[in-house]
């Protein structure tokens, strides 16, 4: 009768209102989780920028003195074999030169 056709539509509306609640929540819901997206990609952005940043402040001149280390070792080790060679033919040219002298 008139009493459970009201109760029905109460609970109809009920239900329907419920439903928005939970469609408004849910879309409440995905626009605070992509605001939460968006700061952790802007987060993992500032920290990929942060670490560049510090690569070219520390990372890049250490590379560069590295490269300058090694030039150096190789001209130094060039210097070193030079002279070893020049101390080979001193020794070669003093033996000569004994030789000479014993043959006097």
Known sequence: SKSATLHEEMQEAAAQAAAQAMAQ??????????????????GTARLCLQAWMGWLRLGR???????????ALHVIESSNSWLLRLHQERKELEEQ?????EQV
Request: glycine share 0%.
């Open 61 to 71: 001149p250490l590379q560069q003195r590295n490269e300058e280390n090694e030039e």
């Open 25 to 42: 929540t849910r879309t409440e819901l995905d626009k605070a989780l992509r605001r939460v997206s968006e700061r952790e990609q802007l």
């Open 97 to 101: 030169l004994f030789m000479a002298l």
